[in-house]
């Protein structure tokens, strides 16, 4: 079956370092989202793209975040430096194109910043 | 205020019980997604509906859409139910998350 796959499912990083996740979303699917969920709250999107153009990333922290889907394809999230207030889970979705209601969701990456 | 509102926010029950988490919201959906997390972070979506209902198992959701609310529903429950269970509406081409109903069915 399809899935969204992230990689690493968990990263423990040091503040001010940088770190990286990885999304290959379900193949065909032309919009790709990156959420983050801080520990006891709901998921808020933080860049959704089609195919390679960013649409929204108006929540995106620009300072220390940056994303980018270079062919359309799969996708990496950057944070540097890393703060502490940064551990959350990112969560990485997919759907077959913008405005498609169904959306698939990979297992995230958790990360800690110590 | 946010646009999603889920109640309650934690649910302890005991095996066995009838289930009910409700999920309300204030913007104009196209779909509303109930999606379910495990310890450990990663999301399964478990139902997508605009209206009326839809029945999987043991799990039932419905909507009613002049009333922006919508209910998910657990037949008899069992422990390997005990997971965040999120509710998310779609509309203006965004999801919009709820914060999540904590369930934990105690054996």
């Known amino acids: 079956e399809a899935e969204v796959a992230q990689s690493p499912r968990y990263k423990i990083t040091e503040k001010s370092q940088a770190v990286a996740f990885w999304c290959d979303p379900i193949?065909?699917?032309?919009?790709l989202y990156w959420y983050r969920q801080i520990l006891g709250q709901g998921p808020e999107l933080l860049v959704q793209?089609?195919?390679?153009?960013?649409?929204?990333d108006s929540q995106l922290p620009k300072d220390r975040f940056s994303a980018e889907r270079l062919k359309g394809v799969d996708s990496t999230l950057k944070i540097q430096p890393a703060e502490l207030g940064d551990s959350a889970m990112y969560l990485c979705?997919?759907?077959?194109?913008?405005?498609?209601?169904?959306?698939?969701f990979g297992q995230g990456t958790r990360l800690t910043v110590v | 205020k946010n646009e999603v509102e889920q109640s309650p926010q934690n649910l302890t029950a005991q095996e066995g019980e009838f289930i009910t988490i409700n999920c309300s919201y204030s913007?104009?959906?196209?779909?509303l997604h109930w999606l379910q997390q495990h310890p450990g972070g990663g999301i399964v979506s478990l139902f997508m509906?605009?209206?009326g209902k839809k029945k999987h198992g043991r799990l039932i959701a419905t909507i009613n859409i002049q009333e922006k609310h919508s209910s998910l529903h657990i037949t008899a429950s069992h422990p390997r139910d005990s997971a965040v269970y999120i509710c998310?509406?779609?509309?203006?081409?965004?999801?919009?998350f709820g914060t999540g109903t904590r369930l934990t069915i105690i054996p």
């Open positions: 979705a997919s759907s077959l194109y913008q405005g498609r209601t169904e959306a698939f």
């Open positions: 193949s065909g699917h032309a919009t």
């Open positions: 793209f089609q195919d390679e153009s960013v649409v929204d």
């Open positions: 913007v104009g959906i196209s779909a």
């Open positions: 509906l605009s209206s």
């Open positions: 998310a509406a779609f509309g203006n081409e965004k999801l919009t």
